[in-house]
C-alpha cells in the first residue's frame, strides 16, 4: 500500500481532486482505496472505501458543548484510538494506493500535534507523499504565493515526508501567471525577485524576502505542478511525480542534498 495524503487550506479541492485522482490512477490498472479523514465532511464528492465518520464524527463533539472548530479538533484527536481499526480496514481491501483525503482546517497538521500524531501513526511502515494544494487564487500577488509556499514548508516540516506541493483549480489561472509566475517557481532566484517585485512597504518586503530565501536555499520550493481536475495532461505529471517520490527508492526528497543521510 502507498499511501497519497492530501493536505490544503479549505476549500481549495482535496476532496474533489480525491475522486479524481482515484479514478485516473484506477484508469491505469492499480487498485485505489478512498480513505475520507474528515470527521466534519458533510458530503462528499466520491464513495469512500473506508470513512473516519463510520467511527467518530465532529458533530457528536458539538453535541457536547464544543464550536465547529473545536470539535474537529478533538474528533481528529480522538482518532488516536481508532487508528488501528482504520488501518485493518484498509489492510483488508488491500488496495495498490489509499487517498487520503483530510480536513481544511489546516493548523491540525501545520501547527497542532493530533493531525500529524494521527497520519504517522495511519501510514506508519507505509511509503506515504503529501500532496500540498495552493488554490490558484493564491498565485494572485507575490505577498499571497511567499505565504502560501510558507504554510506548505511548515506542513512538511510537521509531517516529514516526501511532499509535492500543486497550484489547484490550474484552469482557472490566467495563462499569462501559468507561463511567467507558476511554471518559473522552481527557477533558482525566481521567488526572491517575486517577494523583491512586491509593491509593500520596506518592511514587509524585507521579511517576504527572508523567507523566500530560506526557502529557496533549503531547496523547497522544486517544481510546483499546476493541477486542473478537468485536465487529463495535468493529472499524467502529479501521477509521475507521485510514482518518482513513493518508488524512487530509498525514500527520495527534493531538498537539499546537503543534509542527505550518508
Ligand atoms: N475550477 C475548478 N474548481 C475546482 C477544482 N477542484 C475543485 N474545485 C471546486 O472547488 C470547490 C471546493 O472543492 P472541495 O473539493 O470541496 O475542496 P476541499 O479542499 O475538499 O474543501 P474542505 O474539505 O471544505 O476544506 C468546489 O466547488 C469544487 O467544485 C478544479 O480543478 N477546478
Ligand atoms: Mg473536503
Known amino acids: 500500500m502507498y499511501f497519497i495524503v492530501l493536505v490544503g487550506p479549505a476549500g481549495s479541492g482535496k476532496t474533489t481532486l480525491a475522486g ?8 491505469y490498472g492499480p487498485s485505489v482505496a478512498r480513505l475520507n479523514f474528515d470527521p466534519a465532511a458533510e458530503t462528499l464528492s466520491y464513495d469512500a ?15 457536547k458543548g464544543l464550536g465547529p472548530n473545536g470539535a474537529l479538533i478533538a474528533a481528529v484527536d480522538s482518532l488516536i484510538n481508532h487508528v488501528f481499526d482504520i488501518r485493518r480496514a484498509l489492510e483488508e481491501i488491500k488496495p495498490d494506493y489509499v487517498i487520503v483525503d483530510t480536513p481544511g482546517q489546516m493548523e491540525l497538521f501545520a501547527y497542532r500535534h493530533g493531525g500529524p500524531i494521527v497520519l504517522n501513526a495511519l501510514t506508519h511502515g507505509y511509503p506515504s507523499v503529501t500532496v500540498f494544494l495552493m488554490d490558484a487564487i493564491f498565485f494572485e500577488n507575490p505577498a499571497s504565493i511567499v505565504s502560501v509556499l510558507t504554510l506548505a514548508s511548515s506542513v512538511a516540516v510537521r509531517l516529514q515526508r516526501p511532499q509535492i506541493n500543486i497550484v489547484s483549480k490550474a484552469d ?3 495563462q499569462d501567471v501559468l507561463e511567467n509566475v507558476v511554471t518559473r517557481l522552481g527557477e533558482e532566484g525566481f521567488l526572491e525577485s517575486l517577494a523583491t517585485s512586491s509593491e509593500s512597504d520596506l518592511y514587509t518586503r524585507a521579511l517576504m524576502l527572508s523567507l523566500a530565501s530560506a526557502l529557496e ?10 493541477v486542473s481536475v478537468n485536465s487529463r495532461e495535468s493529472m499524467d505529471a502529479l501521477y509521475a511525480k507521485i510514482q518518482q517520490l513513493l518508488k524512487g527508492g530509498e525514500e527520495e526528497k527534493y531538498y537539499d542534498q546537503r543534509y542527505e543521510k550518508d
Open 20 to 27: 479524481e485522482l482515484a479514478a485516473y490512477i484506477e484508469s
Open 49 to 63: 472505501d473506508v470513512d473516519v465518520r463510520s467511527y467518530v464524527t465532529a458533530q457528536e463533539f458539538m453535541a
Open 172 to 174: 482557472l489561472l490566467m
Open 217 to 226: 536555499s533549503a531547496g523547497f520550493i522544486g517544481e510546483v505542478i499546476p
